[in-house]
């Protein structure tokens, strides 16, 4: 994460009421089975000309077991599908590796460094930026399933969300 203060009640609240106003992105509460919070899950800097996005998520730790890797599969599918992206970007700090490895299982591709981009712990650090096409993903989310279908078949994801016209996808 960007953010590594303390965020207060207030700073949490204006950020939701924020949201609520914002077409530029769209977060979600990622949720267990008794409704119990265990992370978010958000598309940003929604571009609905360009049909491009970024996204990123962030769980508990006792969120594991290979949720993150559900999570991914069910989110890819959910952004191109139902809010019709073309390109989906997404940017990991620099030393998360085990981050861009998954992003990679998922076909992303590493686009970039932004070095020396942001400060993290007092210390100035790189921004790595992966990216994925919509057709990238459409011939590739098959063999992606068939790898990873132990993991991803563990859990049962479901995103609601209503689109402008009101529809839940």
């Given at each position: 994460m960007y953010t590594d203060h303390i965020i207060g009640i207030d700073e949490h609240l204006k950020w939701i009421n924020h949201l609520k106003t914002d077409d530029k992105q769209i977060v979600f509460a990622v949720l267990d089975e008794q409704n119990v919070p265990l992370g978010v899950i958000s598309v940003n800097a929604l571009d609905r000309k360009h049909k491009k996005a970024d996204w990123a998520y962030y769980l508990t730790s006792s969120a594991r077991g290979g949720l993150g890797s559900a999570l991914e599969y069910s989110f890819i599918n959910f952004v191109f599908g139902s809010l019709g992206i073309q390109k989906l970007n997404c940017e990991v700090i620099s030393g998360n590796d085990a981050v861009i490895k998954l992003h990679e299982k998922f076909l992303f591709q590493k686009e970039g460094i932004r070095r020396s981009n942001i400060?993290?712990?007092g210390k100035r650090i790189d921004v790595h930026?992966?990216?994925?096409?919509?057709?990238e993903w459409d011939v590739g989310k098959s063999a992606v399933y068939e790898k990873y279908s132990g993991v991803l078949d563990k859990f049962s994801i479901s995103i609601e969300w209503k689109?402008?016209?009101?529809?839940t996808v």
């Open positions: 400060i993290k712990d930026f992966l990216g994925l096409t919509r057709d689109s402008e016209d009101e529809k």
